[in-house]
């Protein structure tokens, strides 16, 4: 890679903070006022990765793949909006390096950007609470103005506001690895995030870039922004 990266954008769950704490807490607060049997944090981050509605059909069936009866889902969804608008993400914490990247980033002039399949409000209700260590240029939501990943638009829209130069998508999943392919972009994959409980290792071809953390990841993106 020899042009010089410009905007860097960043899946947020398991990538810059580790919420499955308040992911937990209100998903266990709508199966008890729903009389469905609860589920740990570790269950409830193995759901995590295709956007609020999809979390909250695996807490109702216990399934990855089960889909909730329709009228259920539905005010489950409003319930668990209402959970983790109230949770005040004092269970959530931003993942070591997370600052000092983005911080590094900002210095250098480069775009960068939050895309994650969290919901725009509560996107913006972590941010509220934690943006202060989490210094970006953009926010970008699913089921707002964009489809959710692996749909690219977001991240071309991340790209377009950021001057329209070469771009990378740091993240931890499947669904961020297949973003970045539909956006035409190189994918920076982080270990140890929420992966359906796979290791991302195995979802990515021999000479993927991969790294243990958010240092490595900046370590990196020194060397090419």
């Not at 059909?57 to 109230?86: C, I, K, T």
């Not at 600052?99 to 994650?116: D, N, P, Q, W, Y």
Request: net charge negative; proline share 5%; aromatic share 4%.
């Amino acid at each position: 890679m020899t042009d010089r990266i410009c905007v860097v954008c960043f899946d947020l769950d398991g990538t810059l903070i580790d919420a499955s704490e308040d992911l937990a807490w209100s998903v266990n607060e709508v199966m008890a006022a729903l009389g469905r049997p609860q589920h740990s944090i570790e269950t409830v981050a193995s759901y995590l990765g295709n956007g609020m509605p999809r979390l909250v059909h695996r807490a109702l069936m216990g399934s990855m793949h089960e889909d909730a009866p329709e009228d259920l889902h539905a005010e489950a969804v409003q319930q668990f909006r209402r959970a983790y608008a109230a949770c005040g993400h004092v269970r959530t914490r931003v993942l070591d390096g997370a600052g000092a990247c983005l911080e590094m980033l900002r210095c250098r002039g480069v775009h960068t950007a939050i895309t994650t399949n969290k919901p725009q409000s509560a996107l913006e209700h972590v941010m509220d609470a934690l943006g202060a260590q989490l210094p970006v240029d953009g926010l970008y939501g699913g089921d707002h103005v964009w489809p959710r990943k692996p749909d690219p638009t977001m991240l071309k829209e991340a790209q377009r506001l950021g001057g329209g130069g070469p771009m990378v998508l740091v993240g931890d999943s499947v669904t961020d690895r297949d973003a970045a392919t539909a956006a035409g972009v190189p994918f920076l994959a982080v270990r140890g995030g929420f992966n359906h409980g796979i290791p991302i290792d195995d979802c990515l071809e021999a000479d993927a870039l991969v790294f243990d953390d958010l240092h490595g990841v900046q370590e990196w993106l020194e060397r090419h922004t």
